[in-house]
């Protein structure tokens, strides 16, 4: 057995970090003499078990201590009579024996039954991981042996362990920037949850793998080569979607496994901002792209602070793939950044400290390269991950997370729609609490209910917290109340109604039909039930109930047919500027017409059209040019109006020529310069011509001439850039 400590020592040493490689062989001999006579339900010797969750943690990069918790971690627990954690600390020191006692279950304490030991369990084990967290990593590491040998326990056990992995341990993973873990977990898990569904995605996973099994490899050089052509420094990954990913998509989204198109993926890593979208364009020129697959979260990042561009491609064997691609300052932040992903699940409140904290323990987990030595950073890794979260536990002791200061209404229908409908009352740690009481972690939360009671009440909405309580609450109202709903919904609409005005009943009720219809719905009683139950606001149908009232009982008089300029006045008074001044008069109806796209400060001419009011050119729009012979008298003399010229807080889409270069980083160097200039781009293509110049019709928003003036100016020192004209080619 020693040769398995030997083992271990052989792998840290490789490392070139400065472990305490005696008291390591100490706590192995501890461990191996505590545990003599013991064996798992395998049939193996029971001192595998500790060795395996040491090598685990030393795979994870931890220090000294931690190597010494995970050899000793089961010790007290199943050895009371030979050691305590007197004895631990005495001969390991505190640090050890405080993660050892973190690890071991309460087995001194009495207990009902197995449930209460199991609850008090996992709540120490929270407690101190706040206090150390170096605790949830030797945790993982003992889960993940535990799943990989879960075999030889009896089915109950193994159905009941891999439910608590997926529910608390592969979630812990994630949120520490375990992915590798995470994803280890959660297949274990799926195995013994799911094990027909697990078998078939791993079949067809077998089966299209080993149809294409070099394509990875030989699509990483493909694109390795190109990019090399092009001066670009990179650095490719290559990975296949794992089988609980893919399980998920099947079986939650709905989707077969020939829809999961990014199965395959290669990662791109560069140096910098603008090789990105480089290669971004060698990668659409190298492969056809699938449609609507696209993703720039680098110019639009998402919420959690990842930045990377995505897009699906079509290999040259007809196989899709997805490609990713990034800075390495990007491709830190998505692996180590668990501060970015916090901040988008729980709230930023801790500022820059905890991201460096966070970001920190990230990379003492997954960057086993690492040349730091774990005791010089351990003391600084004391943090309460789940500050922004609280963890309950129910009478027979699961783990419920809710979000911060949700209460007893939230925990029940968290538990189940029928246990909140039936709610009277709670109690928290044995006490009788208001049901709208804030829960804390930790707390054990027990919800009192009465097969007499008649359902929540409609003040609950108001109370609950979650998305998921309100949303059960409206639907037992929805099915159990229609009737009343129908009334209070009534009610509602009908005091909406009354504030735009008189109308008959008759009159009403077509109002409601055609907002019912509207909205998707059959009949008024179907639009009623959903206003009395919460299902819809009022807000949200207020707008077309005022239309619908509008055109039923206040209709409009139909316009007339604009076919001169003499009726321009008439029109004029029903309607609002809009920035043109038409012969003196402000407010004609006018639309800019899209064969030139006027902008403020350009000459204009207006042109009389046949129903809709007057169009506006510019004066040397080429349609405004063929007019000038044959409808003379329709062109109507125009002008901006004062200060538009200047500005236009919405703007005006202007349209543009670039010809240039054929030169694959065009595009982005026009989109950068766009984005510096806080410019929005509204369109962009571009059309190769035979003589190696390239042509980019554009569209961007622009406030006035001088405004586009300026942008042009900036377009045409981008090197490469020939000309520039308005409008797009034909």
Same mark, same amino acid.
């Given at each position: 057995m020693n040769e398995n400590v030997d083992s271990l020592i052989a792998g840290l040493e490789k490392t070139g970090k400065k472990y305490n490689f005696d008291k390591i062989r100490k706590a192995f001999e501890y461990a191996n003499a505590l545990h003599e006579g013991q064996f798992r339900k395998s049939g193996e010797k029971y001192i595998c078990h500790p060795i395996a969750v040491a090598e685990i943690v030393a795979d994870f990069g931890l220090d000294t201590d931690s190597i010494c918790a995970a050899l000793l971690h089961d010790t007290i627990e199943d050895c009371p009579d030979k050691i305590d954690i007197a004895t631990i600390k005495q001969e390991f020191g505190t640090q050890v024996a405080e993660l050892v006692d973190g690890l071991t279950k309460l087995v001194q304490l009495q207990f009902a039954d197995k449930e209460d030991v199991h609850m008090e369990s996992l709540r120490k084990m929270f407690l101190a991981m706040a206090k150390d967290v170096r605790v949830i990593f030797i945790k993982l590491a003992d889960r993940m042996h535990n799943m990989r040998t879960l075999d030889a326990q009896p089915e109950e056990k193994r159905r009941r362990i891999a439910l608590e992995t997926m529910h608390v341990y592969a979630p812990l993973a994630h949120r520490l920037g375990m992915q590798r873990v995470k994803q280890e977990l959660e297949n274990e898990s799926l195995s013994y949850l799911d094990p027909e569904g697990f078998d078939a995605v791993k079949q067809d996973i077998a089966r299209k793998f080993g149809q294409n099994q070099d394509f990875i490899e030989n699509t990483k050089a493909q694109i390795l080569e190109k990019l090399s052509e092009n001066g670009i420094e990179s650095t490719l990954e290559g990975r296949v979607k794992s089988v609980y990913s893919i399980y998920r998509k099947m079986f939650k989204q709905g989707k077969n496994f020939d829809e999961?198109?990014?199965? +395959?993926?290669?990662?791109?890593?560069? $140096?910098?901002?603008?090789?990105? +979208?480089t290669a971004l364009g060698i990668i659409h020129e190298m492969y056809n792209t699938i449609p609507g697959r696209f993703k720039d979260y680098i110019s639009i990042p998402?919420?959690?602070? +990842?930045?990377?561009?995505?897009?699906?491609?079509?290999?040259r064997d007809g196989i899709p793939f997805e490609v990713q691609i990034r800075t390495w300052e990007m491709h830190r932040v998505a692996e180590f950044g668990i501060a970015a992903h916090w901040k988008y699940k729980s709230g930023d409140k801790g500022g820059m400290e905890l991201d460096k904290k966070l970001e920190w323990i990230s990379k003492l987990v997954e960057n086993e390269s690492s040349t730091l030595d774990p005791d010089d950073f351990i003391d600084a890794l004391k943090i309460d991950i789940f500050s922004d979260e609280t963890f309950v536990f129910t009478p027979r002791g699961d783990?419920?997370?809710l979000p911060q200061d949700a209460n007893c209404i939230d925990f029940a229908y968290r538990i189940h729609s029928d246990v909140g409908n039936r709610m009277v009352g709670a109690k928290v740690n044995g006490v009788i609490v208001p049901i709208d009481r804030t829960l804390h972690n930790g707390e054990i939360v027990e919800v009192i209910t009465s097969s007499s009671t008649k359902g929540p009440s409609r003040d609950w909405l108001k109370i609950a917290?979650?998305?998921e309580a309100k949303a059960k609450i409206r639907q037992w109202f929805k099915k159990e109340k229609r009737e009343e709903n129908i009334i209070t919904g009534k009610d509602e609409i009908a005091a909406e109604i009354k504030r735009y005005g008189k109308c008959t009943q008759d009159q009403f009720d077509e109002i409601v039909l $055609?907002?019912?219809?509207? $909205?998707?719905?059959?009949?008024?009683?179907?639009?009623?039930?959903?206003i009395g139950y919460g299902g819809l606001s009022m807000s949200k149908i207020s707008r077309r109930l005022k239309e619908e009232f509008d055109r039923i009982v206040t209709p409009e008089p139909e316009e007339p047919q604009i076919t001169d300029i003499s009726q321009i006045q008439t029109v004029a008074s029903k309607h609002g500027g809009n920035g043109v001044i038409v012969d003196g008069e402000e407010g004609c109806v006018v639309k800019f017409a899209k064969c030139c796209n006027p902008l403020p400060g350009d000459a204009i001419v207006g042109f009389i059209t046949k129903g809709f009011g007057i169009s506006i050119h510019k004066y040397d729009c080429p349609n405004i040019m063929a007019e000038l012979g044959k409808n003379k008298d329709r062109l109507v003399t125009v002008e901006w109006r004062r200060g538009e010229i200047e500005s236009r807080s919405n703007g005006y889409e202007a349209l543009l020529q670039i010809f240039s270069e054929d030169r694959i980083s065009m595009l982005a160097d026009i989109s950068s310069a766009l984005a510096e200039m806080r410019v929005s781009i509204t369109q962009i293509y571009s059309q190769k011509k035979s003589d190696g110049e390239t042509i980019i019709n554009i569209a961007v928003t622009c406030k006035n001439v001088s405004h586009l003036h300026s942008i042009v100016a900036r377009l045409k020192s981008i090197p490469g850039v020939n000309d520039i004209k308005r409008g797009y080619a034909k």
């Open positions: 999961i198109y990014d199965f +395959y993926a290669v990662r791109i890593i560069v $140096n910098t901002e603008i090789e990105c +979208y998402k919420p959690n602070m +990842y930045r990377s561009l995505h897009t699906t491609v079509i290999g783990v419920i997370t917290k979650t998305s $055609n907002t019912a219809q509207r $909205n998707g719905m059959e009949s008024a009683d179907d639009l009623y039930n959903m």
